[in-house]
Structures are given as C-alpha cells and as structure tokens.
C-alpha cells in the first residue's frame, strides 16, 4: 500500500475526494479542512493499493493539484486493516507487478543528476576496476561493477523516452557521458601515476589475462547479457526490488571497460583501447534497448487494467462492501 498526502484548493477538495472514491484499491480517506496554511487549503489523506497507484495519480495531476498544492506519496512498510486488504484485493493485478510511473521518474530523477557524489563514486569505480585489470583479479572487477552508479542514467534515458520526458533523458544522457569521460581521464592519469610509481607495468596489461581478457575482447554474449541484465534492472525498478539492482550492476561490464580504456590509453595501446570502447557501447546499448522496450511492454500491460480502476456509480466499495458514507469517513 501506498500513503498519499494531498494539499487541495477548497475548490477541488471535493473533485479530489470523489476522484479517490471513483477509484479501486483506496482506503482510510481524511480530510481536514482548512489544516493546510502553505499553500492554503485542505488536507487530504487517504491510502492506495500500488496497483491502483498511478492512475490516481495521474488524475489528481489532471485536475492539478500538483500546480495549485502538493501531492507526496509514501511507501506503508506496515497496515494493519481489513479494510486495507480489502483494497488490496479489490486492485486489480498484483503489487509487485505494479509500476507508479511518477515514483519512477523521481528516483531514476534523482538517480541520473549529475554531481560531485556520482562522479567520484564513477570514478573510484573505474579506479578500482584499473586494478583488476593490471592484476588480473576478477573479485576486483566485481567490487568495481558493484560500486559504479551508471545504472542510475540508464534508468533516467529509459524511463525518459518511454514516458517522452526529453529533460529527463537528455539530463540523464549527459551525467552518463560527463561520468564515463571523468572516470577515464581521471583512470588514464591514475595509471600514470602507479605506473611511475612502479606499481603498474606495460607487461602486466600486455600478458595474458584469462580472468579479465574478455573485457576488450566483445563477442555477441556481451550485447545478450547487457540485453537481459537491461530487463532485470528495469524489472527490478519498477517492482521497488532494489536488491535485484546488485546483480545487473556486476552483470555487464561497463565500468570495467571504460577502465581498461584508460590503462590502455595510458600505454599507447590502441587496439585494447578500441576493443574496450565497443564493449562498452556494446553493453550500453543493450540495456538501454531492453530497458525501453520493457517499460513500454509494461506500459502497454498496465494500459488493459485502466478501465477497471475506476468504480461503477453505486458500486460497493471493497469485497466486504463497506459503502461510502460521507467525505473523510468510511
């Protein structure tokens, strides 16, 4: 379940309550009129069944509330109601399968600004996998894929094509190259320095590695896996399982490639360097195709369950048929 606090003109409070009484899956409805000072206006409260979620909150956006008050949803970790199951229940589909299209925007929003903290974790990431690299240390490279938050851009160029948002992949498109091109100028010069040190050598680039080879080496499983881990990583977005995310983050070899770009480039090594830079396109191109066809395929599956959100006129809200009995009570 969902919580939904929403600040409404008193011109719209009763659009707004019978929106949310018109709607399936909602619960527990407040309002308190006149408790809101800024903006001025109503409180009202009310909770939703994630799979009922978004189609509400696409309504109140249309009856704009978000530009004349505010809407804020937050996650119910714990309900204890039965008429909160009965919601639940009346909902079509199922809560994991259920994306909230504004919630998704937000966090992938968030997650693909670019700033100081994404760009040093981008860049301690490609530092770490430099390592891996030079040392032919496999843990290394999965201790680098883990820490880098490219997935986050991803995410934001999927869900901003798909929901046409161009701010949002645009904005999402340039903290993934500024990153990726921060990360390798800053690896290049921090192999120079080891190596100056005498902590890397051209030889430990240059011998076999059987542990780290396939980094600039892409064959056609390279754009299979990046396909598939593109799916897991939007599946795993759009269902709240974030800790499906670790598993896509050391499924594909981004972050790795764009090191072992570095460390060749630092050495002159232009044929590794060229075989790292198309593993990388190759793997980033891959989960932004299968991140985009499965939000739109998850779209178009959620677009057969509108027409049964919304309640018939007189129909008995929840199975338990609990009716409506006035505004803010049940």
């Keep these: 379940m969902l919580h939904l606090r929403m600040i409404t ?70 309900s204890i109601s039965r008429r909160a199951e009965e919601a639940e229940e009346e909902a079509p589909g199922e809560a994991a399968d259920a994306v909230v299209w ?9 997650e693909s600004t670019l700033t100081i903290t994404y760009a040093a974790f981008m860049i301690v990431a490609t530092m770490i996998a430099a390592c891996g690299v030079v040392l032919d240390n496999a843990i290394l490279i999965v201790g680098a894929m ?13 869900t901003g094509l798909v929901q046409r948002r161009p701010r949002l992949a645009g904005r999402s498109l340039f903290a993934l190259f500024v990153g990726f091109t921060a990360a390798i ?35 056609p499983f390279s754009f299979v896996v990046a396909l598939l881990a593109g799916v897991a990583g939007m599946l795993s977005l759009t269902s709240a399982k974030a ?22 480039l630092s050495y002159g090594d232009f044929s590794q360097m060229w075989g790292s830079a198309v593993q990388l396109a190759l793997n980033l191109g891959g989960i932004i195709l299968s991140g985009t066809l499965t939000l739109v395929c998850w779209k178009l599956l959620w677009r057969t369950q509108e027409s049964r959100m919304i309640r018939k006129p007189g129909a008995p809200r929840g199975p338990g048929g609990g009716a409506w009995k006035g505004p803010g009570r049940f």
């Design 102 to 110: 504004e919630q998704l925007a937000e966090s992938t929003h968030e």
């Design 9 to 78: 003109p008193h011109h719209l409070t009763e659009q707004v309550v019978g929106l949310i009484d018109r709607t399936v899956g909602t619960a527990h409805l407040v309002v308190l009129t006149g408790a809101a000072r800024d903006p001025e206006g109503d409180v009202v409260l009310c909770d939703v069944a994630r799979e009922a979620a978004d189609e509400l909150l696409q309504a109140m956006r249309r009856l704009g509330v978000d530009e004349s008050g505010s809407i804020a949803v937050e996650n119910i970790d714990l």
């Design 243 to 264: 800790g499906a995310l670790v598993g896509v983050a050391i499924s594909v070899t981004t972050v790795p490639a764009g090191a072992n770009a570095a460390v060749a």
């Design 185 to 219: 100028v800053a690896t290049t010069v921090f192999s120079l320095g080891m190596t100056a040190l005498g902590l890397f050598h051209e030889a430990m680039l240059e011998n076999p590695r059987p542990n780290t080879s396939f980094i600039w080496q892409p064959d």
């Design 146 to 158: 883990a820490v880098g938050p490219e997935f986050g851009p991803l995410a934001g160029i999927c």
